[in-house]
């Protein structure tokens, strides 16, 4: 048995808004999960995630604005190779590498990047794929999304979060409906981010074994990727963008608190009257009522999540962000909405 020391790269991929933080959050606050570097990679101007991560991941960095499957892939390739210089350097210390994509990203080009670009496969290896699956928004963005199927069928192991939000037979039609598109991969149930013991310990030894076993041991995607590979003369091979034209990243900050029943206000009306247009909505915001404990705020489609109240303020930035992504939504409509419903004036970030 060949044992392969590289370092282990784990993709963790899913669709919009299906609970991709809110599982490293919860994986990264237990020992097990210690010496994880993390890399995230969001899209639009104002990155939040990596902000809520931080506290429990000290390795966190963010890749510069745009999707890591078709724009920053050599961004990606950087931050390791840095990554493991420090490594090596004695710097940091960590035994795996999580790179959170995207909620739109393409996993199979990021995978290809990371079993062909030369400085990158002497380190680390591509330990696997983690797809997370909206139980609530699922059945939709499969419908809709091809990005949603690439990441479905990219999968080691499925999770299905927001199970709480759906009825039992529902749950089953969707778990039916991943098993025809990958058979391949576990599927395993997740609420807020917490997986069943017997699952954690799955998905543990999966990706937590200290090495991997060499060539053998890759799934069939992988295999294909590195066979692809090895017939290729670029690492940086094109894999057309299955970005649909019509999405669209709007960014803002809004420089005075905002009241918390008008935000609300403003936000209910949006997702009841555009919820279909409006893909993902992240904020962090300053509400006057609490100026020092920030709200943090997730939306998808018609559902809003309950925010959570963060116990301080991660930066000193004290402006409300916002991030919408959308299909079709003008940015003009969400600046004019919020000024009409919240009082809000909002200062529009280019993307
Ligand atoms: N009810 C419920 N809500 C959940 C669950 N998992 C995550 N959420 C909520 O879903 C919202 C979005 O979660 P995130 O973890 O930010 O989703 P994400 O996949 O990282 O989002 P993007 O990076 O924008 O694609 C948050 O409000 C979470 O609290 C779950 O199992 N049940």
């Not at 300053?286 to 930066?315: F, G, K, M, N, Y």
């Amino acid at each position: 048995m060949i044992l392969d020391t590289r370092t282990p790269v784990i993709l963790l991929t899913g669709f919009l808004g299906s609970g991709k933080t809110t599982l490293l959050k919860n994986l990264m606050a237990r020992a097990q999960w210690q010496h994880t570097a993390v890399i995230i990679n969001e899209l639009g101007e104002t990155g939040l995630d990596h902000l809520l991560v931080k506290h429990v991941a000290p390795e966190v960095r963010l890749l510069q604005s745009g999707c890591v499957c078709c724009s920053v892939r050599d961004d990606l390739t950087q931050t390791l190779a840095e990554l493991g210089t420090l490594a090596e350097s004695g710097a940091v210390r960590f035994d795996r590498v999580i790179v959170e994509t995207t909620g739109l990203a393409d996993p199979m080009p990021v995978m290809h990047t990371l079993v062909t670009d030369p400085a990158t496969v002497r380190r680390f290896r591509l330990g696997g794929v983690v797809t997370v699956v909206d139980a609530h928004n699922g059945f939709n963005a499969l419908d809709q999304h091809e990005e949603a199927r690439r990441q479905v069928a990219s999968a080691d192991t499925v999770l299905l979060s927001k199970t709480d939000l759906v009825q039992a037979s529902a749950l089953e039609r969707l778990t039916q409906r991943l098993s025809r598109m990958n058979a391949s991969a576990s599927q395993h149930r997740v609420q807020h981010g917490a997986l069943h013991s017997d699952h954690l310990l799955q998905l543990q030894t999966r990706f937590l074994a200290p090495f991997g076993k060499g060539p053998g041991t890759s799934t069939g995607l992988l295999r294909v990727a590195s066979t692809h590979a090895s017939k290729s003369s670029s690492a940086f091979t094109r894999f057309p963008s299955p970005h649909v034209g019509d999405i669209q990243t709007h960014c803002f900050t809004v420089d005075e608190p905002l009241e918390a029943e008008r935000f609300e206000h403003w936000l209910a009306l949006l997702t009841a009257m555009r919820g279909e247009k409006l893909l993902r909505f992240k904020g962090l915001i300053h509400i006057a009522e609490h100026p020092s404990q920030p709200l943090v705020v997730h939306a998808a489609q018609h559902l809003i999540h309950p925010p959570d109240r963060l116990a301080a303020w991660p930066d000193e930035d004290r402006r409300s962000r916002l991030v919408f992504i959308t299909q079709g939504m003008p940015k003009e409509l969400i600046e004019s909405t919020l000024l009409k419903y919240a009082g809000a004036c909002a200062t529009a970030l280019s993307v």
